[in-house]
């Protein structure tokens, strides 16, 4: 089989790229494992028409709509890309084989969730990573900070914009500067070294934390400052150029620096919402369109 777009992930990205690929007569191949970041959460929140909206109810409108347009969809993942004369060979879980001029990687990325018992269980009910898509439901709330150095503060800082109440268990050696502990206690930040034992909840609502010493730390929600990882490493396996951060290098339409392969979405950006990865598929899309259209010398020419 041939295809003009292979599309990796099946999140906002990837499926508003389809959409608009749809729209330009592309003949498409969407694969999605169906696990994406946010499964977990109860609702996004920060998408215009869409606020509050389950996830997962999200990416089911989303594929609904392709279903005009003809695009193929697959409930697989893609375990090897191979560049091949000016084309790609795109490798499936079961060893199928597909051919695409281009390929769209937008399989976002995985949260490294503190190994803390009961914390993983709350995840996307009461533990969040993004102020700015849970801040606004626990305003005012009791707010608790797993994280450490200057990203554990940082994101203790910004909380105290949705709430008064805000502390930083660092769960162990906080690794902080001089300046840094002085800028906390200036907020009224307090910060707590003891590790953390447990997260004590009832149905994924956390209630408080159980400390080393025995003490318990009651809060309403917990915000981790912790890593994330690309959710697969093919665009590492192609020769993509990444970032300190991990996050790969692309221009303003998601082109990479490998001819023909686009990356969108949190696996390429560090404003990982759901609305600009939507946006960010839609524009990689009108990049991969452009791509097409040269290539059949459907793009004038510059002057020598």
Not at 131 to 138: A, L, Q, R, S, T
Not at 264 to 269: F, I, K, L, T, Y
Request: hydrophobic share 40%; proline share 4%; aromatic share 4%.
């Amino acid at each position: 089989m041939s295809y003009d777009t292979v599309i990796v992930g099946g999140g906002p990205a990837g499926l508003s790229a389809a959409l608009m690929l749809g729209r330009c007569r592309r003949r498409v191949m969407l694969c999605d494992t169906g696990t994406p970041r946010n499964s977990r959460a109860r609702a996004l929140h920060g998408f215009l028409t869409r606020d509050g909206v389950p996830p997962l109810e999200l990416l089911e409108m989303g594929r609904g709509e392709l279903t005009q347009y003809g695009i193929e969809t697959k409930p697989t993942a893609v375990t090897g890309i191979n560049p091949s004369d000016q084309a790609f060979d795109v490798i499936l879980a079961d060893e199928t084989r597909v051919r695409t001029l281009t390929v769209l990687l937008a399989s976002g990325v995985c949260d490294d969730i503190p190994a803390i018992p009961g914390l993983p269980e709350c995840f996307g009910t009461s533990v969040h990573h993004c102020p700015y898509c849970d801040g606004w439901e626990v305003r005012d709330k009791q707010l608790v900070v797993v994280g450490q150095h200057a990203k554990g503060a940082g994101l203790a800082l910004a909380l105290k914009t949705w709430s008064d109440s805000v502390v930083l268990c660092s769960h162990g050696p906080a690794g902080l500067r001089r300046a840094q502990r002085e800028q906390l206690a200036a907020h009224g930040i307090e910060f707590d070294e003891r590790r953390i034992v447990s997260v004590d909840h009832t149905d994924g609502r956390v209630q408080h934390l159980r400390l080393e010493d025995g003490a318990e730390r009651s809060c309403d929600a917990i915000f981790i400052a912790s890593g994330q990882r690309q959710q697969s490493d093919l665009a590492a396996q192609l020769g993509c150029t990444l970032s300190r951060h991990g996050l790969v290098k692309t221009d303003h339409l998601g082109q990479t620096c490998v001819p023909g392969l686009f990356v969108v979405g949190d696996a390429s950006r560090d404003v990982q919402f759901a609305v600009v990865a939507a946006a960010e598929g839609a524009k990689a899309a009108v990049g991969i369109n452009k791509a097409l259209q040269a290539r059949a010398g459907l793009a004038v020419k510059k002057d020598r």
